[in-house]
């Protein structure tokens, strides 16, 4: 089974896994002020679907049922000095064989274009090679979101391809996926 991430710290970030019990309430409000901006990238996402708090619940207990089993893990991203929540990483085992992730993130409204997304994905990556033994990192985004595009490649992810017209928004608008990878040997981690 491929190792998780279970925390981490950052300069001004402190990532955790959530606890159904604890997060539920907030993530919750979370989830309801966010959908307008996670539709249009992110609308499989599972804060999509959250409307109350049990259905918030259910969706974090599924994230530690995840997590659990080695497939993947759900990390909120919160600020070190007043422990506000600013975003979320996701890392999803790829191919647990090699050992190789996925990686996944979205960014709070309110603290978009503050850093805070790179600096999780940052720290995830450099755990996810020199802890967890990846030999592989893989990034998949929509082909119009700029910002997420940027993150990969300031993180030194390579294009390996793009998914052309591959999916439908809950805008109803259709736009493809860009594929983007780091390797070990990207990175110079032995």
């Given at each position: ?79 070190r000095d007043d422990d506000v ?8 085992v790829g191919n647990s064989e ?93």
């Amino acid at each position: 089974m491929a190792l998780l991430p279970n925390s981490l710290t950052t300069k001004r970030l402190r990532l955790r896994r959530y606890a159904a019990d604890q997060d539920a309430g907030w993530y919750t409000e979370m989830a309801l002020k966010n959908r307008a901006h996670l539709a249009r990238y992110e609308c499989g996402n599972a804060a999509m679907r959250i409307g109350s708090v049990g259905e918030a619940h259910k969706v974090l207990s599924e994230f530690a049922e995840m997590t659990a089993s080695g497939r993947a893990a759900f990390l909120g991203a919160f600020r070190r000095d007043d422990d506000v929540f600013v975003g979320q990483i996701y890392v999803g085992v790829g191919n647990s064989e090699l050992p190789g992730y996925l990686l996944g993130y979205f960014a709070d409204v309110d603290h978009l274009r503050q850093g805070y997304i790179f600096e999780a994905a940052a720290a995830t990556v450099k755990t996810l090679f020199e802890t967890c033994g990846a030999e592989r990192v893989g990034l998949g985004c929509d082909d119009t979101n700029i910002a997420s595009q940027r993150i990969a490649e300031k993180l030194g992810m390579v294009r390996e391809g793009h998914l052309r017209a591959d999916k439908r928004n809950a805008d109803g608008t259709v736009t493809g996926s860009l594929l983007y990878g780091l390797l070990r040997s990207d990175v110079c981690v032995q």
